[in-house]
């Protein structure tokens, strides 16, 4: 056992995609409807044992859960059960290697979003590369790597996690408390705006600092975000009184 961290090993079989598990909150309703925030999840997948215990010992200093796959179709599987913050993907790997695996999960509208770090230890040079950010990839890592490189970017994908987790609790608890008629539903409404605008702030500095260079999984890994903070933003604008759209769903 590690202690300050969770590890899971998925030793399953893959199963049809039609199948839908019940996907595990990464936030929770406590009591007096204060949110609980819970560890994220992250998918390391690598058919080598000695890779993955290499991940786990990187990782496990960010406190978060670690879920094992020692191939494309155990990650298929577990993406079926479980919501995960970001997806750190071998490419060579025997059956169906990482290209294949990253397009399957791209094709399914749930896990479509969940960003993948590809890790590789060939490097076939540029169009190799770009094969991988075509695939949906947000970043492309050569091994050996500098593991705390390595750490620091999964970080920024789990921070955005629970950011997002957060704001989606709070607006579906802003929602319920509205069409109840119980307040403070503009309190709280100005709350979620205000941390959601902050956030917001913080993308467009960065997106600024990125439009200056030239590093392609920077770009893709700021484009993933400002689309999901769109998508915030949105469903955020439909409950302010007023908006026609109040009382409709939207896609956050």
């Known amino acids: 056992m590690t202690v300050g961290r969770t590890v899971v090993d998925t030793r399953v079989t893959y199963e049809s995609d039609t199948y839908r598990g019940a996907a595990a909150p ?11 925030v819970q560890k994220a999840k992250i998918l390391l997948v690598d058919d080598r044992a000695e890779n993955l215990l290499a991940l786990e010992a990187i990782l496990s200093a960010l406190d978060q859960t670690l879920v094992r796959a020692g191939s494309g179709e155990e990650a298929l599987k577990a993406l079926l059960n479980d919501d995960f913050a970001v997806i750190l993907l071998d490419v060579q790997m025997p059956g169906m290697d990482g290209f294949e695996t990253a397009a399957h999960i791209k094709r399914r509208e749930r896990t479509r979003d969940i960003p993948i770090i590809f890790l590789t230890a060939i490097n076939h040079g540029p169009h190799h590369t770009f094969r991988g950010y075509a695939a949906g990839a947000v970043d492309y890592i050569s091994k050996p790597f500098d593991p705390w490189v390595l750490r620091a970017k999964v970080s920024v994908f ?15 608890l802003l929602r319920l408390q509205l069409e109840a008629g119980q307040g403070p539903g503009a309190g709280l409404l100005s709350e979620l705006s205000a941390r959601l605008a902050a956030v917001e702030e913080q993308a467009e500095a960065l997106t600024k600092q990125l439009a200056e260079g030239t590093d392609q999984a920077a770009v893709a890994t ?11 933003r949105r469903a955020i604008d439909a409950l302010e009184p007023g908006n026609p759209n109040r009382n409709g769903t939207t896609d956050a």
Do not use: F, I, P, S
Not at 26 to 36: I, M
């Open 26 to 36: 990464a936030v929770g309703a406590a009591r007096g409807g204060q949110a609980k």
């Open 158 to 172: 789990v921070e955005l996690y629970m950011k997002n987790c957060q704001l989606k609790e709070q607006a579906a």
């Open 222 to 232: 700021a484009t993933h975000l400002e689309r999901r903070l769109a998508g915030l």
